[in-house]
């Protein structure tokens, strides 16, 4: 049965790599909608809804076949080639950045092992105006998504051309509808 809240457990999660400012998984920023889709097939559909504009930006949303309830990633285009990808806390892909988990976890305790991770690797950590923690040199920003009574990580992954500011909720690349979303 399914429920809104449900969180798919960690061994059925799929398992992609986050190449930072390159890719998430089998998709590479700058790909093309066709591209996407083409890499996509047999994993993830499309949504059936067209694709919304944000200026020059368009998004779309990845379901798995037959379960259209809540997407799976949000991905934006910028000038019709990828440059953003949000993957869902409760069902999307774990991404995994040097073995670190950034989907589905303790907002705090991935928190904790990002500043680690950064510091270590002489890497920016920034946050967002509204405290989410991320990385310009990396291109991610790790937003929370509720799930039911908790708080799970929906991490964000740009290209380079969205880097700069990725984190900015008022005047950065990421589409203000990400920042206003009720997934938190």
Known sequence: MFTAWAVVEEKDRARWEFDPLKGVGPLRFGMSYDDVLETLDGF???????TSHYGRVLSDEFYF???PYEPVLTLYYDAERLACVVVNALRGPQVVLDGLPLVGRVPSELESEFTEYTAAHGHDLRYSQDTSPGSEALGVVLRAQRAGDVML???IFVAPIWAERCGDTSEGPVPEAEWRSQKW
Do not use: F, I, Q
């Open 65 to 67: 076949p037959g379960a």
């Open 44 to 50: 993830l559909e499309p949504s059936s809804r067209s």
């Open 153 to 155: 990580s929906r991490p």
